[in-house]
């Protein structure tokens, strides 16, 4: 078929315009608005090898077929090919012009191999029937024709799968938290961890007496030198050691002033 088309001409005609004008016209034998759609059984052919059969499409393709009966007596079509078969899904769609009943849309889906253990693929196929799609070949007639239909229009496409990298989106933002999370851990781990009171029996806890070390008041040692266990002011002495040595050492440990229990203030 030799058809020269205007420069950016491009077909997406819709349902009822491919009925009614171009479906229409081939089964009542007048000439199409545009010679566009060839004439070919898509049936001799695998769907892959469809496109380089039409002159026109780069991602869709249409074409005038005949439909064979599968048996000799039935209505069921046959829609084997060499390598597979077309296999129908869903509900027929009916189509309208203007409010009337003029055709009939059925999706279709090519699976590789013999049923029922064929294996689907991307190919999928709308075929369009007129409403009256009745034609002499009638199946009880004495010639058994095998023709179920003199004409049917298809349209023929590949569905392609939207690639989705969520492997590398899902690294880009998992990452940070993960780092964050794990510097969370590390300062909560080496922070030091304070006394909640400042009362005399918690700084003379040995882990406690680490924590404030040696200073220019002395060492923890020295808060029981010179006091003797029997000696009676001996428990007054040490806590009013400690009581200077915390006032001492709060711009050290803190930066700020600490408040000291009013029991060692004297």
């Known amino acids: 078929m030799a058809c020269k088309l205007p420069p950016g001409f491009r077909f997406h005609p819709t349902d009822e315009e491919l009925i009614v004008y171009y479906l229409r016209n081939q089964a009542m034998s007048q000439p199409c608005p545009a010679p566009i759609i060839p004439e070919l059984n898509i049936y001799k052919f695998d769907p892959w090898e469809l496109p380089g059969k039409s002159e026109l499409g780069e991602r869709e393709w249409y074409f005038f077929t005949p439909r064979d009966r599968k048996y000799p007596n039935g209505m069921r079509p046959n829609r084997a090919t060499a390598s597979g078969y077309w296999k129908a899904t869903g509900t027929d769609k009916a189509i309208y012009s203007s409010s009337r009943y003029v055709g009939v849309k059925k999706a279709l889906v ?61 690294y880009i933002i998992a990452t940070p938290a993960r780092e964050e999370s ?85």
């Not at 010639?143 to 229009?153: G, R």
């Not at 298809?154 to 989705?164: A, D, F, S, T």
Request: proline share 6%; hydrophobic share 30%; net charge negative.
């Open 182 to 266: 794990a510097a969370e851990t590390e300062d909560f781990e080496t922070a030091p961890k304070f006394p909640r009171s400042c009362s005399l029996a918690h700084l003379l806890e040995p882990d406690y007496c680490q924590l404030f070390g040696d200073s220019a008041m002395g060492s923890i040692d020295d808060l029981f030198s010179g006091c003797g266990e029997d000696d009676e002011g001996g428990t007054a002495a040490i806590e009013e050691a400690a009581a200077m040595r915390v006032a001492g050492n709060h711009n050290v440990l803190f930066g700020n002033q600490m408040l000291v229990d009013p029991i060692f203030q004297h």
């Open 110 to 170: 090519f699976y590789k191999g013999r049923p029922p253990k064929g294996s689907k693929t991307d190919w999928i196929m709308h075929e369009y029937r007129l409403q009256n799609h009745t034609n002499s070949h009638s199946p009880f007639k004495p010639n058994k024709s095998m023709i179920l239909d003199d004409w049917v229009l298809c349209r023929i496409y590949q569905k392609r799968q939207p690639r989705k990298n969520t492997e590398d989106m899902g």
